[in-house]
């Protein structure tokens, strides 16, 4: 009965030893099943849309068109991202909203420069610009299409955004505007949303949106106080309040907080004398 005593406990250590690794594995199987389900899940209704996309009613292209969107928000890296991207831009295009459609193809341009359908996309933007472009802005839209120099879509998207907006802004305000709200849900952490902020407030004031510039450029103050765009956003802010909205004591403390933080600097030197005209 002794002989038997060591092995037995040896065989019980080992049991319960091997029982860890096991429940560690149960765990991380476990964990990993919500994101298998995930990935299937997403690949499933990228299907049904994408079958959904080639109807030829427009009521159902309507309907498809933002659970496309909702898609695209949820699963920018998808293996199947890039594709969505341009069927996006072909909803948009055979509803007739040709300028959202462009500006869907200016970001595939700069979000998926190597994928396998960019010749796709070449060729559908060839083809709107050639039937809808105009001769003031279609040379900006075949600049701000060229292939970018990085594989970086943050800083491809970002780029084109400023560039694009500060030129066709106006134009083409509504597809901007949507798609600077699509780069801040994508890329909240971005190291340059104090300037891409300062661009869409600067896009609304252009656009003659004048609370929204206001909002906007307040917001971008209150969410970088460090930027080194703070003064110039200040700046512009106080001129929107007291040209544009009248809003004449508001427009004061701007400046005064300009002149006080930012002093010798072009943006204090520029104090708006009609700033305290009634």
Same mark, same amino acid.
């Given at each position: 009965?002794?002989?038997?005593?060591?092995?037995?406990?040896?065989?019980?250590?080992?049991?319960?030893?091997?029982?860890?690794?096991?429940?560690?594995?149960?765990?991380?199987?476990?964990?990993?099943?919500?994101?298998?389900?995930?990935?299937?899940?997403?690949?499933?209704?990228?299907?049904?849309?994408?079958?959904?996309?080639?109807?030829?009613?427009?009521?159902?292209?309507?309907?498809?068109?933002?659970?496309?969107?909702?898609?695209?928000?949820?699963?920018?890296?998808?293996?199947?991202?890039?594709?969505?991207?341009?069927?996006?831009?072909?909803?948009?295009?055979?509803?007739?909203?040709?300028?959202?459609?462009?500006?869907?193809?200016?970001?595939?341009?700069?979000?998926?420069?190597?994928?396998?359908?960019?010749?796709?996309?070449?060729?559908?933007?060839?083809?709107?610009?050639? +039937?809808?472009? @105009? #001769?003031?802005?279609?040379?900006?839209?075949?600049? &701000? /299409?060229?292939? !970018?120099? $990085?594989?970086?879509?943050?800083?491809?998207?970002?780029?084109?955004?400023?560039?694009?907006?500060?030129?066709?802004?106006?134009?083409?305000?509504?597809?901007?505007?949507?798609?600077?709200?699509?780069?801040?849900?994508?890329?909240?952490?971005?190291?340059?949303?104090?300037?891409?902020?300062?661009?869409?407030?600067?896009?609304?004031?252009?656009?003659?949106?004048?609370?929204?510039?206001?909002?906007?450029?307040?917001?971008?103050?209150?969410?970088?106080?460090?930027?080194?765009?703070?003064?110039?956003?200040?700046?512009?802010?106080?001129?929107?309040?007291?040209?544009?909205? +009248?809003?004449? @004591? #508001?427009?004061?403390?701007?400046?005064?907080?300009? &002149? /006080?933080?930012? !002093?010798? $600097?072009?943006?204090?030197?520029?104090?708006?004398?009609?700033?305290?005209?009634?």
């Amino acid at each position: 009965m002794h002989k038997l005593k060591f092995p037995f406990l040896t065989a019980v250590l080992a049991l319960a030893c091997a029982l860890p690794s096991a429940a560690q594995k149960a765990g991380r199987d476990k964990a990993d099943a919500p994101r298998a389900s995930a990935t299937a899940l997403a690949d499933s209704q990228w299907e049904f849309l994408k079958t959904a996309g080639q109807d030829k009613e427009k009521d159902v292209l309507e309907l498809v068109l933002p659970q496309l969107e909702d898609w695209l928000a949820r699963n920018p890296e998808d293996h199947n991202s890039a594709e969505a991207q341009l069927l996006k831009a072909d909803l948009h295009y055979k509803l007739g909203d040709y300028k959202f459609a462009l500006v869907d193809l200016l970001q595939f341009f700069q979000a998926y420069p190597q994928d396998l359908l960019l010749t796709d996309a070449q060729k559908l933007f060839t083809e709107i610009i050639v +039937k809808k472009g @105009d #001769k003031k802005t279609r040379p900006l839209l075949e600049e &701000a /299409a060229t292939a !970018p120099e $990085t594989a970086a879509a943050d800083l491809n998207i970002s780029s084109m955004l400023e560039k694009f907006s500060a030129r066709a802004g106006e134009a083409y305000y509504e597809p901007l505007t949507a798609e600077f709200r699509a780069f801040f849900n994508r890329f909240p952490a971005y190291s340059g949303n104090d300037s891409l902020r300062l661009a869409l407030a600067d896009l609304h004031r252009e656009k003659g949106k004048y609370l929204a510039a206001e909002l906007g450029y307040e917001e971008m103050i209150q969410m970088y106080p460090s930027s080194p765009l703070l003064a110039r956003a200040k700046s512009t802010l106080a001129g929107v309040l007291a040209d544009n909205l +009248k809003s004449y @004591d #508001k427009a004061i403390d701007v400046y005064g907080g300009i &002149a /006080a933080s930012f !002093p010798g $600097t072009d943006e204090s030197a520029r104090l708006n004398p009609r700033a305290g005209a009634s």
